[in-house]
């Protein structure tokens, strides 16, 4: 399809465990952000990619979480050790550029056990 | 740090009630999006309003953006089972590469 794809959909983890979120972004967005949402809440920015330029990161919650996104395109997001508190889902979306319109995947539902 | 709050968290409704759900700021919007969010999928955008005091229809639902700019409502006229979902309100504040989203007015139309 066209739209934002995103893998697991589900992910069921022990605490300490590590795991690989991954997103495919709409082809041509050079924008990408990663959102986290908590049962029934909002989305809490995370990290965004435009382009060559350095991510944002000033939303991850702490040093276990990374991401990267390879060649403009694919983004993984890691989180180590895993904590229960880390259960959420885990959305991307991508843009044709800073201030477009984001188009989201429907995300990776993530529990810890 | 820019807030945004939406109101009511919660409503439930009868299929072909009226409902108006608001989104306010704790300062000036660039822009406002509105989008609906169904259980196990992504957030799907409805709108974007820019211009104070600008009025937006997209079928059953009108979108206003308040004129200082500062907040916006969503209004639905004679809701449908269809409707229900999360409805979220974001902005982009100026300088920032980044949304900020509301916490979101969940709501269920019962048929």
């Known amino acids: 399809g066209a739209g934002v794809s995103q893998s697991p959909s589900n992910k069921v983890t022990e605490k300490g465990k590590d795991v690989e979120l991954r997103c495919d972004p709409i082809?041509?967005?050079?924008?990408l952000y990663w959102y986290r949402q908590s049962l029934g809440q909002g989305l809490e920015f995370l990290i965004y990619?435009?382009?060559?330029?350095?991510?944002?990161k000033s939303g991850l919650p702490s040093d276990r979480f990374s991401a990267e996104r390879t060649g403009g395109s694919v983004s993984t997001l890691t989180i180590q050790r895993t904590q229960q508190e880390d259960s959420a889902v885990y959305l991307c979306?991508?843009?044709?550029?800073?201030?477009?319109?984001?188009?989201f995947g429907d995300g990776t539902r993530l529990s810890i056990l | 740090t820019q807030l945004l709050e939406q109101s009511p968290q919660f409503l439930s409704i009868q299929e072909g009630e009226n409902l108006t759900v608001y989104c306010n700021s704790s300062?000036?919007?660039?822009?406002l999006q509105w989008y609906r969010q169904e259980p196990g999928e992504g957030p799907v955008l409805l709108v974007t309003?820019?211009?104070?005091?600008e009025v937006k229809k997209l079928k059953r639902l009108t979108f206003q953006f308040g004129d200082a700019r500062k907040d916006s409502s969503l209004h639905i006229t004679a809701a449908q089972p269809g409707d229900t979902g999360l409805y979220l309100c974001?902005?982009?504040?100026?300088?920032?590469?980044?949304?900020?989203f509301g916490t979101g007015t969940r709501l269920k139309v019962l048929a």
């Open positions: 979306a991508s843009s044709l550029g800073t201030r477009q319109p984001q188009h």
């Open positions: 974001a902005e982009y504040p100026s300088g920032t590469y980044k949304y900020i």
């Open positions: 309003v820019v211009t104070g005091g």
């Open positions: 082809s041509g967005h050079t924008a």
């Open positions: 990619f435009q382009g060559n330029s350095a991510p944002d």
């Open positions: 300062s000036v919007f660039s822009s």
